[in-house]
């Protein structure tokens, strides 16, 4: 496998992605009751298509999420649920890699949303409890509870601030005790990811799962052309990558996952494509 080989299946990827319009950008969401996810994979395709040097189809794509921005800076899993502070960093990322400053309205306003999470440990809420309230469930503490995953990703996409700061101080203090697992996901990488901590867990045949280690590895500047190897076998042949399950929710009450909560796979395999694309690319730059 060489820098060719693996120019050419993240070009696979692109094509694969660009088979949709930002309005199909829909995943894990025919089981569910509360439909699929728009923004929240509008954001993440956006980014990935930037990265991989799709930027053509960036400025439409980035239009449409800013249609989807709330009165209160949030975006929302989708246009039927209220907004909350994963997608809305998600939309905050993609907005800075399309050349949005932190000063600009749309992203002023959806940190201020974000921050809002914050609590007293630290730690971002995924929701507000009005919001999971609008929803129609009477309990909800455990979505409106410190979550390692929205906290890791917000350490990262938040500007410096003290509410960065304490958001990186909970992930770490979360990781010291081995209590930094994801809340709606089943990969032991996705928080390790963010942070940018690795430690001896397995790594699953999962293309996201697979995906996040590596691009793990790639910030921590590690070439891996084993595992590199793995997620590339695994491209088929429209460009995409298989059906990845990593997304799970627990119920509103939850305070933990476990072994018995919803897990929901990408049908569309946008998600499983992204990972896996953007993984490959900054591998191929470590080769």
């Not at 509360?34 to 509008?42: C, E, F, N, Q």
């Not at 749309?106 to 730690?123: E, I, N, R, T, Y």
Request: with cysteine.
């Amino acid at each position: 496998m060489n820098t060719k080989s693996l120019h050419e299946a993240t070009s696979r990827s692109v094509e694969y992605l660009l088979n949709f319009e930002p309005g199909s950008y829909r995943d894990f969401g025919d089981q569910l009751s509360h439909g699929a996810s728009l923004a929240w994979t509008i954001a993440c395709v956006a980014s990935t298509l930037k990265e991989l040097g799709a930027t053509w189809r960036l400025k439409k794509m980035t239009d449409f999420l800013l249609s989807l921005q709330g009165s209160e800076g949030e975006w929302s899993y989708n246009t039927i649920v209220p907004g909350d502070a994963d997608s809305t960093l998600r939309a905050i990322q993609c907005l800075l890699k399309a050349g949005y400053s932190y000063d600009s309205t749309p992203v002023a306003k959806g940190v201020w949303f974000v921050v809002k999470h914050q609590q007293a440990d630290g730690g971002i809420a995924t929701f507000l409890p009005e919001a999971v309230a609008s929803l129609g469930y009477n309990n909800y503490e455990g979505w409106t509870a410190s979550h390692s995953c929205v906290t890791a990703l917000a350490s990262r996409i938040l500007p410096r601030s003290p509410a960065q700061k304490r958001a990186r101080e909970f992930v770490l203090s979360r990781l010291r005790k081995g209590q930094a697992g994801a809340y709606w996901w089943l990969s032991p990488w996705y928080v390790r990811y963010e942070a940018g901590v690795r430690n001896g867990e397995p790594i699953s045949n999962d293309p996201v799962d697979l995906g996040l280690y590596l691009l793990l590895q790639s910030k921590l500047k590690i070439a891996d052309p084993y595992n590199l190897h793995r997620l590339w076998s695994l491209q088929l042949e429209d460009g995409g990558f298989p059906v990845s399950h990593q997304f799970r929710i627990p119920r509103p009450d939850q305070l933990s996952p476990t072994p018995e909560d919803e897990v929901v796979p990408d049908r569309s395999r946008i998600l499983a494509t992204s990972a896996a694309g953007v993984a490959l690319e900054r591998q191929r730059k470590l080769h």
